[in-house]
């Protein structure tokens, strides 16, 4: 899907909502689609206030809880206090792997997880809508830096 009709869909959002798509919003919108790198709210502000000064701090968290809510980004917690976000319009699903060494998220997909997730829920006679699947460990790079091989730690 293209940007420009992924905005109009989001200004229909907020109309149906009872806001404006204002200058602001629309800003905090196209920076945060013309990355495809996962961002957090600080991240977006800091990159917003390099070319503009006009929008608050405050109008990047709101919009983003707009953006969210409204299915146009998904939040990840990657365990390193504080969300990060990605957009996941015109994206296939994915799923992350996040180092807890240095904080890269690598992000994977396959259709054997996938379809175990799909069977589980329907054991349960659950209607699954959506999921995420974050795995947390330690990247290759990360683990050659402390000399030893990947090793599997099981939660007890």
């Given amino acids: ?65 707009l953006l969210v809510e409204g299915g146009f980004l998904e939040s990840l917690d990657a365990g390193q206090g504080e969300l990060l976000y990605e957009h996941v319009l015109g994206h296939r699903h994915h799923d992350h792997l996040v180092c807890l060494a240095c904080g890269k998220i690598e992000e994977f997909t396959d259709e054997r997880i996938e379809a175990l997730q799909r069977e589980a829920a329907e054991r349960k006679g659950f209607a699954l809508e959506y999921h995420n699947l974050r795995l947390f460990g330690t990247c290759a790079s990360c683990t050659r830096k402390k000399g030893r091989a990947p090793a599997v730690r099981r939660a007890e």
């Fill in 1 to 65: 899907m293209q940007q420009a009709a992924i905005q109009k869909n989001f200004e229909g959002f907020l109309k149906k909502q009872g806001l404006k798509l204002t200058p602001q919003r629309r800003r905090v919108f196209e920076r945060a689609f013309a990355t495809h790198a996962h961002f957090s709210a600080e991240t977006l502000y800091r990159w917003i206030h390099e070319a503009s000064r006009d929008v608050s701090r405050a109008t990047v968290y709101r919009t983003l809880s």
